[in-house]
């Protein structure tokens, strides 16, 4: 299969979720210096994809927020929302 792996597009997406989640939801930090900080020390991607990236899994923000998991819990979090909506699911397997 050529292309981008689908599985490591979704594993990305997840960690990028949980740090997000770390740096605005539990250190406060504010939403410009959070995507700085993403885009420039952690997972190395533009501020505007990261963005788009956090729009299209707010399936997986409303998950990680509504179950709260504390800092130390975040490596072993476990998201258990399997389905992804339709867009996201055509873009990746297309």
């Known amino acids: 299969m050529k292309g981008r ?3 490591l597009i979704k594993l990305r997406n997840e960690h990028l979720i949980k740090r997000y989640y770390y740096w605005y939801e539990l250190e406060r ?4 210096d959070v995507l ?15 963005l788009l990236i956090i729009r ?3 399936h997986l923000v409303k998950e990680i927020k509504s ?16 389905e992804e909506p339709a867009f996201i699911q055509q873009a990746l397997f297309n």
């Not at 998991?69 to 476990?78: E, G, N, R, T, V």
């Open 36 to 50: 700085e900080r993403l885009s420039l020390k952690e997972v190395f991607l533009d501020t505007d994809y990261i």
């Open 56 to 58: 299209q899994n707010h």
């Open 5 to 7: 792996n689908p599985q």
């Open 67 to 82: 179950r709260r998991p504390k800092p130390s819990q975040l490596d072993a979090f476990i998201f258990e929302a399997t």
């Open 29 to 32: 930090k504010r939403l410009d």
